[in-house]
Nanobody, 119 residues
Framework: QVQLVESGGGLVQPGGSLRLSCAAS????????MGWYRQAPGKERELVAV???????????NYADSVKGRFTISRDNAKNTVYLQMNSLKPEDTAVYYC?????????WGKGTLVTVSS
């Protein structure tokens, strides 16, 4: 089994920044993709950003159009952790942010961390 624990959420003013972290533990060998999704009230869960494994993918990244240029995803394989640096936050970024990883064909989700962007 894999356990994912997110941290770093909170309340921030528009234009501010937050850094989310997601640490994986348990059976964490062969982690493939690591990513972040979010779900705003009354909306479906959506992809925010994803980063591939090393090797041939060279840690390729993919971002939702709504966050390109503002958010940056990165990973530290030594710590089994994925990060999401969020800058220039907007009220529409308010959501619960979920960490997601894939490993040996399986998908694992964290329990989420709430990000609220409000003045």
């Amino acid at each position: 089994q894999v356990q994912l624990v997110e941290s770093g959420g909170g309340l921030v003013q528009p234009g501010g920044s937050l850094r989310l972290s997601c640490a994986a533990s348990g059976s964490i060998f062969s982690i493939n993709t690591m990513g972040w999704y979010r779900q705003a009230p009354g909306k479906e869960r959506e992809l925010v950003a994803v980063i591939g494994s090393g090797g041939s993918t060279n840690y390729a990244t993919n971002y939702a159009d709504s966050v390109k240029g503002r958010f940056t995803i990165s990973r530290d394989n030594a710590k089994n952790t994925v990060y999401l640096q969020m800058n220039s936050l907007k009220p529409e970024d308010t959501a619960v942010y979920y960490c997601r990883i894939t490993r040996t064909g399986m998908v694992y989700w964290g329990k989420g961390t709430l990000v609220t962007v409000s003045s």
